[in-house]
């Protein structure tokens, strides 16, 4: 990596780096000394073990997400973190955040402006009665185990890893925007500039450095948890385990998701 | 606690949108594409009722339904090249397809069925253009010479094997005409994601209409050609052309109603998403437009020609105008289907709104462009194969 890329690495990563530091998440390491001269992936702590070494084009891998919709405070962070990582056009989004309200009619309100990226920092007003119940559903790739984006894809242009990503190929995409239609989370646009299809990676070129992807990077509260559930060490392994209340979004489309929700509601779609 | 307490608490109170949901990718062009892949599909069953069903009385159309066909089929790919992101990929369908993809067949399909019917027209028109051939000079004489393929023989023997391979040639039309329409009912009907789209009777419904918006194209510009031509139109010929319109729209309108009565009757919760569609953003091109003004009055309309025997004028009178209501039955229920699926978020709580532009890449300027490619090309078309036969060539064939 050569020193002008570095400098945009650290450009892109210094508000998600902020963030954690004023989050408290990473305060400890505040004051490590970063050695010059080694590549940025290297100098930063691997947080994801055992991936710095394998070099190998798939890992054995078997990565899972999981967001924890209890936790989730809205504001917004991630979907930040995700636009300057990957310079998202202005009203497509790679990952947003919804908002629930739920009023004593049980009425369900749903709101998700601009994709939750300027964060909720405003209570909503149209509400007829009072509210019994609000949270946060971030929204993301759902990595599916049966991706009907691939199954779609004339030219083979979105394909699955081995060890589970769904990627887009961005030279070989003619664009049809097939997958847009077939993906059942809408997670999917057409990227206006590249004329190409275009999701969410759960940040495949992080995560291949070891690195957690830039939105779980920077969640203040650790709703976004990633980790590979082959790893007995690992939290999403744990929390995949043990009894707790977790659902995958839309099951009856029969996709399999790698995403997971801790918590997740039945109002949430 | 009414609601929670069944269980029913997707009630949809906030208009819902999925943030990617606001755009509609698919837009006119991909309303175009089924709808002249319908047209060829449809003119290629007319031309096929008289060659291997041998209904007589469609004789007069049954030459021009082919080239209308080929018209149509020459600018099927159009909207889907305009429509994609890299059409200079757009070989790679072929030469490196996705094998699951539901969308890569269609190069196959497409090309297939190019030339099965390139080969029927060249063999049905032989007789003709060697005729031809012999008094042209030029240009036009080489033109013959290869639409000839390459033998003047119009023995009595020779064009007995030449009606030999036309009917193979139009018998295996007739299935890859259907393919060719069911399958792009199937792009559609394919996708579990969409509500509106992910049915059975997706391919059925797609193909049915396709044979109707065929007739009628034909009724309609046989009668056009000829009355701005001045030649004699047909009566019989229209006339069963009229009732096999009425045939074909029978089963297409009542599988249509089907359809959303069997989503209806079944209220899974995706009756939820779609009664909201149907009954707003939908209701007017739905319910006014396709189902009530262009379904129920051709559907009377039809009826009563089919069954009573008109004079020949009012014949000729209705006929046109029920082709025309016909034809924009057919374009609706494709805006319907394509446009009306993709308001419908997948939030499964809201809808979004879509306006075609004029002069957008796939805007309502360009979509008429396509539309008249066809009818241009059909008229240059018709300066070398001729659609109708006159006498002599009639004889000479
Ligand atoms: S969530 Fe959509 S884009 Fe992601 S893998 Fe599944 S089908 Fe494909
Ligand atoms: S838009 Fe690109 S990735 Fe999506 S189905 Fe078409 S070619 Fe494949």
Not at chain 2, 261 to 290: I, K, R
Request: aromatic share 12%; net charge positive; charged share 15%.
């Amino acid at each position: 990596m050569n020193e002008i890329d570095i400098k945009k690495e650290i450009q892109k990563d210094r508000r998600a780096f902020i963030k954690n530091v004023l989050s408290g998440a990473i305060a400890g390491s505040l004051l490590v000394v970063i050695p010059a001269g080694a590549a940025l992936d290297e100098r930063l702590p691997e947080q994801i073990p055992g991936m710095r070494g394998d070099k190998s084009t798939f890992t054995k891998k078997r990565f899972a997400f999981v967001v924890d919709v209890t936790a989730c405070i809205g504001c917004g962070s991630c979907c930040v973190a995700d636009k300057n990582e990957y310079n998202v056009p202005d009203g497509n989004y790679r990952t947003w955040v919804e908002r629930y309200v739920i009023d004593d009619h049980d009425g369900v309100f749903v709101d998700s402006p601009n994709g939750g990226l300027d964060g909720y920092t405003k209570p909503r007003t149209d509400i007829p009665h009072p509210v019994r119940d609000t949270f946060f559903v971030p929204k993301l790739c759902n990595m599916c185990e049966k991706p009907s984006c691939v199954q779609v894809c004339p030219v083979g242009a979105t394909y699955k890893t081995e060890d589970g990503f769904t990627l887009v190929d961005q030279k070989r995409c003619v664009g049809c925007g097939y997958c847009i239609q077939a993906c059942p989370y809408s997670v999917r646009f057409l990227n206006p500039v590249t004329r190409t299809a275009e999701k969410c990676t759960w940040c495949y070129h992080r995560v291949r450095k070891g690195l957690l992807p830039a939105c779980v990077n920077v969640c203040p509260v650790h709703a976004r948890k990633f980790g590979d559930l082959n790893d007995k060490n690992s939290e999403v392994y744990k929390i995949l385990r043990e009894p707790h209340v977790i659902s995958v979004l839309k099951p009856g489309m029969g996709n399999q998701p790698a995403l997971h929700y801790l918590g997740l509601r039945r109002e949430v779609v | 606690m009414n609601a929670a307490a069944h269980g029913e608490t997707l009630a949809a109170v906030s208009n819902y949108v999925f943030p990617n949901d606001l755009h509609v990718h698919w837009s006119l062009m991909i309303v175009l594409y089924p709808y002249i892949t319908g047209l060829v599909a449809g003119a290629f069953i007319v031309s096929s009722l008289y060659h291997v069903f041998h209904i007589k009385s469609l004789k007069p159309v049954a030459r021009f339904s082919l080239l209308f066909a080929l018209a149509f089929l020459i600018c099927a790919t159009w909207p889907l090249l305009n429509h994609l992101g890299h059409p200079e990929r757009a070989m790679s369908m072929m030469l490196t397809p996705n094998p699951t993809s539901a969308m890569a067949g269609f190069g196959y399909i497409y090309s297939a069925y190019f030339i099965v019917l390139l080969l029927e027209i060249l063999f049905i028109f032989r007789p003709v253009v060697v005729e031809l051939g012999k008094t042209a000079t030029g240009f036009k004489k080489r033109l013959y010479g290869i639409l000839s393929i390459g033998s003047d023989n119009v023995s009595v023997k020779a064009l007995k094997l030449d009606h030999k391979i036309i009917a193979f040639l139009a018998a295996i039309g007739i299935p890859m005409a259907c393919v060719l329409h069911g399958y792009v009912g199937f792009i559609f009907g394919g996708i579990k994601a969409n509500p509106l789209w992910a049915t059975p009777l997706m391919p059925l419904i797609f193909l049915l209409s396709a044979c109707v918006s065929g007739i009628a194209g034909i009724i309609f510009s046989y009668i056009l050609i000829m009355k701005v031509s001045g030649r004699k139109i047909d009566v019989d010929c229209v006339q069963t052309l009229i009732q096999f319109l009425w045939g074909f729209f029978i089963l297409d309108f009542v599988f249509e109603m089907l359809e959303l009565f069997s989503h209806f009757y079944m209220a899974t919760h995706h009756w939820h998403t779609l009664e909201a569609l149907y009954s707003g953003p939908l209701f007017n091109t739905f319910w006014v437009y396709q189902v009530g003004i262009f379904s129920v009055i051709p559907f009377f309309l039809l009826m009563i020609m089919s069954l009573i025997r008109f004079k020949d004028s009012l014949l000729l009178f209705f006929a046109p105008i029920v082709s025309v209501m016909i034809l924009l039955q057919v374009l609706l229920m494709r805006w319907n289907v394509v446009v009306g699926g993709q308001l419908m978020s997948k939030s499964e709580r809201g809808a979004t709104t879509f306006h075609p532009m004029w002069f957008e890449k796939e805007g309502l300027l360009p979509a008429i462009i396509i539309m008249i490619a066809p009818v241009v090309i059909l008229w240059f078309i018709g300066k070398v194969l001729p659609f109708w036969m006159d006498k002599d060539s009639a004889e000479a064939a």
